[in-house]
């Protein structure tokens, strides 16, 4: 009976581990709860593929070498990214998700660290990209996936560090602006003359800023 429960409980903790959302930490500041099979597209029409992940700091593209060393990649050269079944784009020199796509417009997903969290307590701003404060302190928080380190080095600490604080922000790419996915800043892009079609569109649809399903609507809306 005694085996029997020991085998039952350790089931139970193999699911919940399973199950369990990953959470960057200071070990594994990553985007990805592992380096993952993609493919990059540069600006010049190059293709490569490669293990690869993002490094939030920064919003970085990390890829393992053949050396087994990790090394950033300069996002000013990227055109698009595939990181297993989800899709980049560079828009302002950072890496955002490609959520819905109408024609030519986007709705994108960018993860946001506060890493200022890790050393100023909860005076820093959450969700705030790496910010000048936070930089100058990146230092002291023995940030993995720096100075190319070893790959399998780093497996081996991914889950000793502090948990960081982290954000999404949504952005519309649309009519050849890239404008934040929030109420404000939309009404703003619709001008005057589609403010009050606009309003009762909100209202009717019961739009959500932080929802996916909601954004795809208004990008819907938008594109018309």
């Known amino acids: 009976m005694k085996r029997l429960l020991s085998i039952v409980t350790c089931l139970l903790l193999a699911v919940v581990a399973a199950h369990a959302k990953y959470v960057p930490n200071t070990k594994w500041p990553y985007v990805y709860e592992d380096f993952t099979k993609g493919t990059v597209y540069s600006a010049d029409n190059q293709k490569s593929e490669g293990l690869l992940n993002i490094h939030l700091a920064g919003n970085v593209l990390h890829y393992v070498g053949k050396d087994g060393k990790v090394y950033a990649n300069d996002n000013r050269r ?8 989800d899709a980049y784009i560079v828009v302002d020199n950072r890496l955002m998700q490609v959520v819905s796509q109408k024609g030519a417009d986007v709705l994108l997903k960018l993860e946001l660290a506060d890493f200022s969290q890790l050393t100023q ?7 705030s990209s790496l910010n000048s404060s936070a930089s100058n302190l990146l230092s002291s928080l023995d940030l993995g996936g720096l100075n190319r380190p070893e790959h399998g080095m780093m497996l081996q600490e991914k889950h000793d560090g502090r948990e960081i604080p982290v954000s999404t922000v949504y952005y ?4 050849g602006q890239c404008i934040e996915a ?8 619709a001008g005057e003359e589609r403010k009050a079609e606009l309003t009762r569109f909100i209202k009717e649809k019961k739009v959500k800023w932080k929802n996916e399903d909601s954004l795809k609507t208004v990008l819907e809306y938008l594109s018309r």
Request: net charge positive; aromatic share 12%.
């Open 78 to 85: 990227i055109a698009r990214v595939e990181i297993g079944q």
């Open 121 to 127: 307590g909860s005076g820093g701003a959450y969700g």
């Open 182 to 189: 929030n109420k404000g800043e939309v009404m703003k892009y």
């Open 172 to 175: 519309f790419a649309i009519g």
